[in-house]
């Protein structure tokens, strides 16, 4: 049984840092992508960040610069480490893995919120 369990959301002060992590359970870890994915409210569900089973990296255009994601492949988690957070940075954040194109192999964490105010 495959499962993605987040941890680190919470309520910060604008300019404040949080980090998210995500603990794969399940899967292969090392063959995975691993990303984050955030949704406002109300709002789409839109990529925050990528890291690759080639470790590659790709971010979302608004936290470039800001959020940095990394893989600890012993401890099958990925982090989101998320700095200088802006109002506008409040959501639902969703652990995402996949492997290939195949939908069956994609899954998803229950997501953590994150609020960003003062």
């Known amino acids: 049984q495959v499962q993605l369990v987040e941890s680190g959301g919470g309520l910060v002060q604008p300019g404040g840092s949080l980090r998210l992590s995500c603990v794969a ?18 709002k789409q569900r839109e ?4 890291f690759s ?7 979302g255009d ?15 988690t990925v ?4 700095n200088s957070l802006r109002p506008e940075d409040t ?8 492997k290939g194109p195949i939908p069956s192999n994609e899954y998803w964490g229950q997501g953590t919120q994150v609020t960003v105010s003062s």
């Open 79 to 82: 982090y989101l480490q998320m």
């Open 47 to 50: 990529l925050v960040a990528m």
């Open 91 to 98: 959501a639902v954040y969703y652990c995402n893995a996949k």
């Open 25 to 42: 359970s399940g899967i292969t870890f090392n063959s995975y992508t691993m990303s984050w994915y955030r949704q406002p409210l109300e």
């Open 62 to 76: 608004s936290v470039k610069g800001r959020f940095t994601i990394s893989r600890d492949t012993a401890k099958n």
């Open 53 to 59: 089973s080639n470790y590659r990296t790709n971010y």
